[in-house]
């Protein structure tokens, strides 16, 4: 069965500080990769997604990038963090031409 | 653009009694419309989705009804129990550039009293 990792759980950062987020499916081949933003209490962002190595797209202008240096492997990135970077990050994962996507556990970042 | 809206954003109902979630969808082309249950803290759950071939779907207490005509479709959970108690989301997708694009609604919050 397939299974998608995400770390860290929690993350404090300072302003200005980097990030890295990282995210990887196991048991399956050739996914489509997402990364989502949710604001406390709001609803789900899309930001990034991948349909394959080296393969991001961007849904929104920010201060984040997205990489996929392997397959199952994708990374959410920031070279200065802001205030408004704070939030729960998801990663998700959909079969190659499948509808359905999963979440990843997520990461709660804070960033003061 | 492309836009789900969901209503009504809070629900509170007594345990035993039904709930009903709805959500319409702008871009006609959409034809894939999941439903994700998220407790406190923690990451969505798909609990049900619908095709836009199907009008009705039904799995126990929960079942999706989609209206193409009107682009809407709607959340059942009948006999709610506490346990529901979650934020539903709704959302609707097409296939676009070799990938699922879900667009979301606000989501729901729902609680369930004993």
Not at chain 1, 42 to 56: A, T
Not at chain 1, 81 to 89: E, R
Not at chain 2, 17 to 46: H, M
Not at chain 2, 68 to 74: C, D, P, Q
């Amino acid at each position: 069965s397939q299974t998608i990792h995400q770390w860290p759980a929690t993350l404090v950062q300072p302003v200005g500080s980097p990030l890295s987020l990282e995210c990887t499916v196991e048991g399956t081949s050739n996914p489509n990769l997402y990364w989502y933003r949710q604001a406390a209490g709001r609803g789900l962002q899309l930001l990034f997604y991948s349909v394959g190595i080296g393969q991001i797209s961007s849904e929104v202008p920010q201060n984040l990038s997205a990489s996929r240096p392997q397959d199952r492997q994708f990374i959410l990135s920031s070279k200065k963090l802001l205030l408004s970077d704070s939030g729960f990050y998801l990663c998700a994962w959909s079969g190659r031409g499948a509808e359905t996507q999963y979440f990843g556990p997520g990461t709660r970042l804070l960033v003061l | 653009g492309e836009n789900v809206e969901q209503h009504p954003s809070t629900l509170s109902v007594q345990e035993g009694d039904s709930a009903v979630i709805k959500c319409t969808y702008s871009d006609s082309a959409s034809n894939y419309f999941p439903w994700y249950k998220q407790e406190l803290g923690k990451r969505p759950q798909l609990i049900i989705d619908i095709r836009s071939n199907v009008g009705e779907k039904k799995d126990q207490r929960i079942a999706v009804t989609l209206n193409k005509t009107a682009k809407h479709f709607s959340l059942h959970i009948t006999e709610t129990q506490p346990e529901d108690s979650a934020v539903y989301f709704c959302a609707a997708s097409k296939v676009s550039g070799g990938y699922n694009k879900l667009i979301f609604g606000a989501g729901t919050r729902l609680a369930v009293h004993p």
